[in-house]
């Protein structure tokens, strides 16, 4: 089956530092790569849309400069949080898709805390 | 828009008995598809199931089964014979417009009791 890994699975970082987020498709090629945040108790809620070669579109609401995505290859895209608070501590999970519409593949997560 | 709804924050049931997640959708694509994952308490997202508008027959993976009602717009999922181990938030997800990204329902948090 199609995995997606992510690294790291969990950091803490202080606030005002930038923390970035690898996500990976290890046995196929990604199209698409989305970005989703989830809260504790909560959703998922999708912050962006990544292309391979391309900008990353955002959902509304989500600040692009403050979560730079770079798709920089069909297997590879990064999530940079800048300048990290507090109230950015979450959990972030990655998707990556084939192109098929049934075929979006999660990563395990990373949990993000900010001191 | 695509609108999901999870009207069951939490459910209990007790092991071996069947249980049914609700779940229903809002639409105005043609054709669409509607997901059930699984988030157990260490955060991944386990896909389970998938069924198209179009697919004429209920889909069904294992213990799994989608009864899809379009004409309800509903798209519940079916759990026989219940395990310990399937305990865990349950998530449906329905594509927007078309794409691939998808729009979660709030969750349900199932707890199945020995």
């Known amino acids: 089956g199609a995995v997606v890994s992510q690294h790291p699975s969990r950091v803490i970082c202080k606030s005002g530092t930038s923390v970035k987020i690898e996500c990976r498709s290890l046995?196929?090629?990604?199209?698409?790569m989305f970005w989703y945040r989830q809260f504790p108790k909560q959703s998922l809620m999708l912050m962006a849309t990544?292309?391979?070669?391309?900008?990353?579109?955002?959902e509304q609401g989500v600040e692009k400069d403050k979560f730079l995505i770079n798709h920089a290859s069909l297997t590879l895209s990064t999530l940079t949080v800048t300048s990290a608070h507090p109230e950015d501590s979450s959990f972030y999970i990655c998707?990556?898709?084939?192109?098929?519409?049934?075929?979006?593949?999660f990563g395990p997560g990373t949990r993000l805390t900010v001191t | 828009a695509q609108k999901i709804t999870q009207t069951q924050p939490g459910m209990f049931v007790q092991e071996k008995e069947a249980v049914t997640l609700d779940c229903t959708y809002d639409?105005?694509?043609?054709?669409?598809?509607l997901f059930w994952y699984k988030q157990p308490s260490s955060g991944e997202m386990i896909f389970l199931i998938y069924?198209?508008?179009?697919?004429?027959q209920n889909a069904t993976e294992g213990r799994y089964s989608l009864n899809f009602q379009k004409a309800r717009k509903s798209a519940n999922l079916v759990i026989s014979a219940s395990q310990l181990g399937d305990s865990a938030m349950y998530f449906c997800?329905?594509?927007?417009?078309?794409?691939?990204?998808?729009?979660f329902g709030q969750g349900t948090r199932l707890t199945i009791n020995p």
């Open positions: 997800a329905i594509p927007i417009q078309g794409a691939q990204k998808l729009v």
């Open positions: 639409t105005s694509d043609p054709s669409y598809g």
């Open positions: 998707s990556a898709s084939t192109g098929r519409i049934y075929e979006q593949y």
């Open positions: 046995d196929f090629q990604a199209t698409t």
């Open positions: 990544s292309n391979e070669g391309s900008k990353a579109t955002y």
């Open positions: 069924q198209g508008s179009y697919d004429q």
